[in-house]
Nanobody, 124 residues
């Protein structure tokens, strides 16, 4: 089972940027589809972005497309989420997720491994 550790969260003003990182344990990182999800207080966990394991095709939820970029570095066992033009509504705990089976990669139920989350707060 892969172990995931997120970092890079924090407090930023609206319009600012943050880069989240998710470091994965194990030697088969390249075989995992990786995803980022977020959960705001009182809301369900929602899909943000994902990157497929072999094609590196990326997917984004509509509200972040054009502002966020997901990328991966298989040599470093790390997936990133570059977040630009942040808005107060982006405030949430952001979770990294991994799955080594063939899945669409856009649903919470697609992923079997999760990190502990990192808080992102965007002030207006």
């Amino acid at each position: 089972q892969v172990h995931l550790v997120e970092s890079g969260g924090g407090l930023v003003q609206a319009g600012g940027s943050l880069r989240l990182s998710c470091a994965a344990s194990g030697r088969t990182f390249s075989s995992y589809t990786m995803g980022w999800f977020r959960q705001a207080p009182g809301k369900v966990r929602e899909f943000v972005a994902s990157i497929k394991r072999s094609t590196w095709i990326t997917y984004y939820t509509d509200s972040v497309r054009g502002r966020f970029t997901i990328s991966r570095d298989n040599a470093k066992n790390t997936v990133y989420l570059q977040m630009n033009s942040l808005k107060p509504e982006d405030t949430a705990v952001y979770y990294c997720a991994a799955e080594d089976s063939k899945v669409p990669g856009t649903r919470v139920t697609d992923f079997g491994a999760w990190g502990q989350g990192t808080q992102v707060t965007v002030s207006s």
